[in-house]
């Protein structure tokens, strides 16, 4: 029943978004499974308007967020202003109270206001005056930044990345999407209209069922591998590898590519995780919690180079023991 609902969801988007099919998996795996999750890719390529589309397919809040370098952390989180007709302040709620936000170009602020939307993920919670507020269940964050464009930006210290569960890279659309693209957009009568399909209800009871997902301890063991060999890969025979990178992933790592993998089990309507499903989000799991070094940049390896030689070279054991 949640599976057809879910796959209800994805052709509702389809009726607007063209080609995005794994950027919208993404966002329905970081829904499902209480993750916030990062997009990066060049500008045009549907980030916000698949963010909203998704917004309305589920019937959910959602608060569209520019980041500027000129915001302050009250005009996200709100603030206290003073009721001249009461002789009080009163706390005016910011647009952080909704259950989806994206914050576009999220780079484009300093630091302070990055650390505001970063505690409210982190915390689902923000403080304003003396008194503190949670925040709407559920609570997703789904952040934008531009590779490209890097001038008068504030990049994301590497310890506030890992609070995002994945980091999409969202590529080019075939020749045969954009075509369809092309026509639906120059099309002035077109209608981004779309039904809701899910309830906050059905949310809740999908993250229930991802709960029961089983996991087999030998695929518990290939997370842990996976993460360890990208600590210290001299111990997996990856010497080559190891010289690029200055450190590995951390703990989230495990944990954000269990849940995500379950989700993707069930998803395709499963109960149970193979490893195809981890190797399917490792990449987006993994590849912002890599910090390469300068010698990785002067010889043109990516996290994602490093991860699919991951992939390969790390075997799958049926019994193996935690040392």
């Known amino acids: 029943m949640h599976q057809e609902k879910i796959q209800q969801v994805i052709e509702e988007v389809k009726k607007v978004v063209v080609g995005q099919d794994r950027m919208v998996n993404r966002l329905l795996i970081g829904l499902f499974t209480n993750g916030h999750i990062l997009l990066e ?96 269940r559920p609570f997703l964050v789904l952040a934008t930044q531009n590779p490209v464009d890097q001038e008068g930006t504030y990049p994301l210290p590497e310890a506030q990345v890992d609070r995002f569960m994945m980091k999409v890279h969202i590529d080019y659309p075939s020749k045969a999407d954009e075509m369809e693209v092309m026509r639906r957009m120059a099309n002035m ?12 209800e059905d949310i809740f009871a999908i993250r229930s069922a991802i709960n029961e997902v089983k996991i087999a301890e030998p695929l518990e063991h290939y997370i842990i591998e996976l993460v360890f060999a990208t600590r210290f890969p001299e111990k997996y025979g990856l010497a080559d590898e190891a010289k690029y990178i200055q450190f590995g992933v951390s703990p989230r790592a495990s944990i954000n590519l269990n849940l995500a993998s379950r989700a993707s089990a069930f998803m395709q309507g499963r109960d149970f995780v193979l490893p195809e499903d981890i190797k399917a989000v490792a990449e987006d799991v993994l590849n912002h919690r890599i910090i390469l070094n300068y010698e990785a940049e002067a010889d043109n390896i990516s996290t994602r180079d490093l991860i699919r030689i991951f992939l390969d070279k790390i075997p799958i054991n049926k019994s193996v023991t935690l040392k």
Do not use: C
């Open 41 to 136: 890719g060049v500008p045009g390529l549907a980030k916000t308007l698949t963010v909203n589309t998704l917004a309305k397919v589920l019937h959910l809040d959602f608060k569209r967020i520019q980041f500027t370098p000129d915001l302050l952390p009250s005009d996200l989180v709100g603030t206290m202003i003073y009721n001249q007709q009461e002789a009080s302040f009163e706390v005016k709620k910011g647009p952080i109270f909704s259950n989806i936000i994206l914050a576009d170009e999220v780079n484009r602020s300093p630091a302070k206001v990055q650390s505001a939307l970063l505690e409210a993920m982190q915390e689902k919670q923000v403080t304003i005056g003396e008194t503190t507020f949670q925040l709407d």
């Open 189 to 200: 009568q077109f209608s981004s209209e779309v039904n809701a399909i899910l309830s906050k």
